[in-house]
């Protein structure tokens, strides 16, 4: 087993910056790719921006050049730096790791989610 917690989420006023970040625990052989999706009042969750285990990351176009993904693999940590915000970056905002479990199975592991609010 796998848990996922976030934290960093708040309100902030439009153009500041927040910083999420995620921290994996428990048992398993390896944490694959990561990521940062969000969920907005009756929309549906999407990807923010992703991250493998060799760094290597991509980002959904609204938020290309305003937000950063980066991990830290010694401490099982992902961390979405967000600036510039808009108001339309309010949402949940859930992590997500792709988890190799003693076994060999792959499991998708998701966090409890984290509220960002951006005020205009």
């Known amino acids: 087993q796998v848990q996922l917690v976030e934290s960093g989420g708040g309100l902030v006023q439009a153009g500041g910056s927040l910083r999420l970040s995620c921290a994996s625990s428990g048992i398993a052989l390896s944490i694959n790719d990561m990521g940062w999706y969000r969920q907005a009042p009756g929309k549906q969750r999407e990807l923010v921006a992703g991250?493998?285990?060799?760094?290597?990351?991509n980002y959904a176009d609204s938020v290309k050049g305003r937000f950063t993904i980066f991990r830290d693999n010694a401490k099982n940590m992902v961390y979405l730096q967000m600036n510039s915000l808009k108001p339309e970056d309010t949402a949940v905002y859930y992590c997500?790791?792709?988890?190799?479990?003693?076994?060999?199975?792959?499991?998708?592991?998701w966090g409890q989610g984290t509220q960002v609010t951006v005020s205009s």
């Open positions: 991250i493998t285990s060799g760094g290597s990351s």
């Open positions: 997500n790791a792709e988890v190799t479990l003693i076994g060999g199975t792959i499991y998708y592991y």
